[in-house]
């Protein structure tokens, strides 16, 4: 018999868990083998020790600490209300500061194009101090050289 099922049978026969055949077997065991003899000490002082485990006393009665359970289960449910609002409230207010008319909103800004002038392909001259050249750059672009294959 394997140890696993020796170490399971003696439990079983410490908890009053076992058929009359097995208390037997049980009972053979302990007479003849020192080693089940020994497994069975170590498993009643294991039993004794957890029995004698003293039980630290309760600081509070249980309704007081049902209580406090669910003030903080309301607290969270609460805090999520105050949140979820104030979020709703925001997403409010920037909607209708969206919406409201005049220059002061930098939201939406849409390009302004100027008109070409009929005489020439350029833009008629404006205040701005940014012009972009596409066609002719700035500075020189460098040309690559052409690795040899």
Same mark, same amino acid.
């Given at each position: 018999?394997?140890?696993?099922?020796?170490?399971?049978?003696?439990?079983?026969?410490?908890?009053?868990?076992?058929? +009359?055949?097995?208390?037997?077997? /049980?009972?053979?065991? &302990?007479?003849? #083998?020192? @080693?089940?003899?020994?497994?069975?000490?170590?498993?009643?002082?294991?039993?004794?020790?957890?029995?004698?485990?003293?039980?630290?006393?309760?600081?509070?009665?249980?309704?007081?600490?049902?209580?406090?359970?669910?003030?903080?289960?309301?607290?969270?449910?609460?805090?999520?209300?105050?949140?979820?609002?104030?979020?709703?409230? +925001?997403?409010?207010?920037?909607? /209708?500061?969206?919406? &409201?008319?005049? #220059?002061? @909103?930098?939201?939406?800004?849409?390009?302004?194009?100027?008109?070409?002038?009929?005489?020439?392909?350029?833009?008629?001259?404006?205040?701005?101090?940014?012009?972009?050249?596409?066609?002719?750059?700035?500075?020189?672009?460098?040309?690559?050289?052409?690795?040899?294959?």
């Amino acid at each position: 018999m394997q140890k696993r099922d020796c170490f399971e049978l003696l439990s079983a026969y410490l908890d009053g868990e076992v058929t +009359a055949t097995e208390r037997r077997q /049980v009972e053979e065991w &302990l007479s003849t #083998d020192a @080693s089940v003899k020994c497994l069975y000490k170590r498993l009643l002082n294991l039993r004794q020790g957890l029995q004698n485990i003293p039980v630290p006393a309760a600081n509070q009665s249980s309704e007081s600490t049902i209580e406090q359970l669910f003030k903080r289960v309301n607290r969270r449910y609460q805090l999520a209300w105050v949140f979820g609002g104030a979020a709703l409230a +925001a997403c409010i207010l920037g909607t /209708v500061s969206s919406l &409201l008319p005049g #220059d002061s @909103s930098r939201i939406l800004q849409v390009a302004k194009t100027t008109e070409l002038t009929p005489a020439t392909t350029q833009p008629a001259a404006t205040d701005s101090p940014l012009m972009v050249a596409l066609n002719n750059p700035v500075m020189e672009i460098p040309k690559t050289a052409i690795a040899p294959k």
